[in-house]
């Protein structure tokens, strides 16, 4: 169970960047569906892979799954440290 979870939550973080890019080069949309800037769920759902990403390091038995873990660690990390970086600037200039 805990080797799926390393698997799953670097997936997710490959998704969650993916979704950042498509987020960010989207155009202007109206986010009054969402309730929420869609930004501020991308950071949510990347903090959540992020909190299963520490899960999944319970479940490594090679260094593949090590080199999952660490790259899904560093990769939701430094997408929640930007995004919230950009959020909160975005938010000054509003």
Known sequence: MKKKINIWAFICSI???????????????DYSILGTHPLN??????LIIFFFGVLGFSGI??????????????LTLGLSVFLTFVIFFGNLLR
């Open 15 to 29: 998704i969650c960047i993916v979704l950042f890019f498509l987020v960010s080069l989207s155009g202007p949309i």
């Open 41 to 46: 769920l991308v950071l949510y759902i990347t």
């Open 61 to 74: 038995e090679g260094w593949r799954g090590m080199a999952r873990s660490v790259a899904t660690i560093i």
